[in-house]
């Protein structure tokens, strides 16, 4: 038992951390709303994995990445705007889910389950997403400068393409880790919440987005404890630290 | 040709040939040729829609086009923005923002400056600057890395310039210097005439080029603008 409070405490860490993180970038170009309906495509992915006993993230993964797809296709096909085309993929995507997964896994599916992470689940979680912080570290300043303005990129001689699409697919990868910690209905207060939490209280940079990453780090922290001691599911208690610490925030706010 | 003439060929910053830009199958900017030299400063005047806006960015190389735009090579630009309707999405400070061009504090404050701000102004966050520190922020930030041309597009809405030197004398005292070329959108003929060497009147197509004194009729404005517009002139104070 202590071994896996361990376990789920590590990954937790490295996943909310790096949410937190790619957050603080989502944040500003009004994209944060996006992780919640990529969680929401990431269902049935998730009851693939659940009824065929593989790899949550994985199936997660492909489905993200199927999504964003289609949705790009009908953006360009039809010129509709993206978040009415989210909605119809994202939507779609959740009704095939509950046509097909048994009732008694869809908690899983929903609020994610972070105390029953295995070891190599665990260790592909740490692997990743210190990957993505390096990436994300590296391009950081370019990719605040794409988000202000992508003209002001472009001048600078940037690939702005380059980096949407960077962009995108860490998105999409920080979501299939996600969802295995809060389920496909939360993964967007991962990395919303922490984002605006330091918003609140930084007036430069390195405070915002490093202390969105601290923030969704501790959240994680402590909604892992308080579930091992309450034994009520992590997930919804890892979104409730995170909401909290909003909270205080608020208070405190510049 | 003669040595004069030869010289003057050399001073060319920019040859624009047959410019033709289309947004969704609209022609924006139809067959618009003109030459800039160095140390001129060229304002592009027109009514809104006019396609001022998208010349300057096209200028950039920031979108696709037909015909010629040929900069004197290995020439650095810098470039004002209209406006940043996202950058208060981010708590950014001054520097914070200048560091995203990779300026190092010791260029950011001999620039800040150079456009009338103290060193204390490196601290300050982006989102609680009036729009007219704003916009000295934004000239100063084209300025990192002593760009030979200034591209400017004038903000639709006026500026507070509650200082002492407005924008336009700002560029003014800038450009005497740093020896800059300077390109500038705007709407306020006041600025054409004190300001500029050379005017390009575009409402879609060019309809006039010059010095001002000589481009700038009643006829050309009145193509310009419309009938109605007898003389228009903005006060900026």
Redo the contacts between chains.
Sequence with gaps: MGNQILLSLTAGIFIGGTAGYLGSLMLSKRMALVAGPLGHLTLPGIALALLYGFNVTLGAFVFVILGIILIWLFEIKTKLPMEALTAIVFSSGVAVTFLFLPIEQAETALVGDISRVTPSEAVISVIVASFLFFVLKKMYSGMVLVNISEDLAKSEGMNVRKYNLVYLVLIAIIVALGVRMVGGLLTAALVAIPASAARNISGKLAHYAFGAMIIGAISSLFGIVFAEISELPSGPLIILVNTFIFLISVVFKR | MNIIQAMRANDFVLKVKNLKVRIDSENIIDNLSFQVKSGDVITILGPNGAGKTVLL?TL???LPHEGEIEWKSGIK?G?V?QR?P??K?????V??FF???KSYEKETKDILNSVGFKEDFL?K?IGDLSSGQFQRILIAWALVRNPQVLLFDEPTTGIDISGEETVYNLLARLKQERNLTILLVTHDLSVVFKFSTDVICLNKHLVCHGPPQKALTPESLRQLFGEEVKFYQHRHD
Excluded: E, V
């Design positions: 960015r950039l190389g920031l630009l470039y923005p940043l996202f950058i999405d981010i708590p950014l400070s520097n914070d560091t995203l061009k601290k966050k």
